[in-house]
């Protein structure tokens, strides 16, 4: 399987499926990116807008996987890519639409108005912080140190040029040989790293129910985490796949190729199916627990920091790392500095591997 | 403990912070000894300044509510059951307290209310039980 036709045939219906479906896990008091009160979640124009937006964005993406299968055979490994991107453009433009119409009601209709805007925060997040659920961190550690152990064991019997994955031939040296293993350790290493950020940063709290919403948000917080270390873990596994076949541990085959893909796949489907159902399950229960009677404190209303409705700027918040407003997960805050450094630090480590993968001449 | 404040409230945050705090030690939901965040930490879980945070932790300091030690963190200092207040306290307390109740005499409420309501608001608070020998001596003597 190509890498054309992992995006073609598995990202594109993928990702419109996720896009479709993100509004059932979002919390019922952020729709669409714009904040709202909890006594306002059923508003007429929330609905509606939920209904046409779960539309508009399946049509994308059934538009989107028939322009796929329509064009294959056509154009060149690029093309599945541009797909992709306008099914992107497409979705943020619902989204966009969506947004605008929430936000032009509420401003219309004050939705915020008598209402006590408030920050909360649970001093036991600090205190009793949520243990980092390392014991999840050992089979991608374990994988790392696997493949790092062939490699040395089979480095001495290697010939002078190694195959690599596109059927390139490259001349054998210990970056060549190790490429993958490194691989794994930067893929580890950063999604590790923002875990860790992610459990130093603020939980989500709900104003109107502070001890409620930071059970939920450690709750879904653990699943999430769980799963991400998983979902590492399995595309160690993929990489250990592709180290075998540059090690010739195994013959490379068109079956070799699609089955190393079937780990880090399955790694994807587990964090996507837990952040759902645990996004689902915070939603049904902040719902569930809401109070009767109009609620008098509310969040505070910050659409303004949200570019958007996407993007996190605040220079006046020392957070480095937030709650997404849009699904489940979370997003940088670009008002502070120190993001911007997460930020470089990732491209560059991600230059340093393209660096090393050049002069390997993989 | 949980904090919320109000940021376009009439009162000042670091004020709300440090109210909130007092209002803790004394319903016993922070007991001496017990942590807090450090004030960067409540900065971020607020998204407010740091140095906001750190105007109230150190008003509680200068109160002798709050320790702040390098390793051992901010630390409430004392509670209800940790002995009377320091010499001098009482009377600017007086003070404060004749003024707020002086504030609700002048709008118009009546005696009782207002007695009704400051033994409302003592209730919620959390005093050392008094020991069994020091309750039943009056009584022997």
Known sequence: ?362 | MQLSIQPDGPVPIYQQIRDQVVEAIATADLPAGAGLPSTRQLAVDLGINFHTVNKSYDLLRQEGLLRIGRKSGAVAARDAASGPPRPGWEQDWAGRLRTLLAEAAAQGLPADDIISRCEAVVAQFAFPAVPAAASTAGTRL
């Open chain 1, 1 to 362: 399987m190509t890498p054309a036709i992992l995006t073609g045939y598995v990202v594109v219906p993928l990702f419109g499926a996720l896009m479709c479906t993100a509004p059932a896990v979002t919390r019922p008091t952020l729709q669409f990116g714009v904040r709202v009160p909890a006594a306002r979640a059923g508003e007429p124009v929330i609905a509606r807008q939920r209904r046409a937006y779960r539309w508009r964005t399946a049509a994308v993406a059934a538009c989107a996987t028939a322009a796929v299968i329509a064009l294959r055979g056509h154009g060149s490994w690029w093309l599945p890519r541009i797909i992709l991107l306008l099914e992107v453009t497409a979705d943020v433009g619902c989204f966009r639409l969506a947004h605008k119409k929430i936000t032009a009601v509420k401003a219309a209709e004050s939705w915020f108005a008598g209402l006590r805007q408030t920050m909360a925060a649970d001093t036991s997040w600090r205190t009793r912080p949520q243990p980092f659920p390392v014991r999840w961190l050992i089979p991608a550690v374990t994988v790392i140190a696997a493949t790092a152990i062939t490699g040395a064991a089979r480095y001495p019997y290697l010939p002078s040029h190694l195959t690599a994955l596109g059927g390139r031939s490259v001349p054998r040296s210990p970056v060549s040989a190790f490429a993958l293993v490194i691989g794994q350790l930067y893929v580890t290493g950063v999604g590790t790293g923002l875990l860790v950020l992610v459990y130093r940063s603020r939980p989500d709290i709900d104003a109107a129910d502070p001890a409620g919403s930071l059970r939920r948000y450690r709750t879904l917080l653990a699943t999430y985490a769980r799963a991400a270390l998983t979902l590492l873990a399995l595309v160690d596994v993929t990489l250990l796949l592709a180290a075998l076949q540059l090690w010739r541990v195994c013959q490379p085959s068109g079956a070799h190729t699609a089955l190393m893909l079937v780990p880090a796949g399955a790694g994807v489907l587990i964090l996507i199916t837990a952040a759902i159902r645990a996004g689902r399950q915070r939603a049904q229960l902040a719902d569930r627990q809401q109070r009767p009677g109009p609620p008098t404190v509310s969040d505070r209303d910050d659409d303004r920091f949200w570019k958007a409705g996407l993007l996190y700027v605040n220079r006046d918040d020392p957070a480095i790392v937030v709650a997404t407003r849009f699904s489940v997960g979370w997003t940088l805050n670009l008002g502070t500095p120190a993001a911007w450094l997460v930020i470089a630090a990732i491209i560059a480590a991600a230059a340093g591997l393209a660096l090393l993968r050049i002069t390997a001449g993989l």
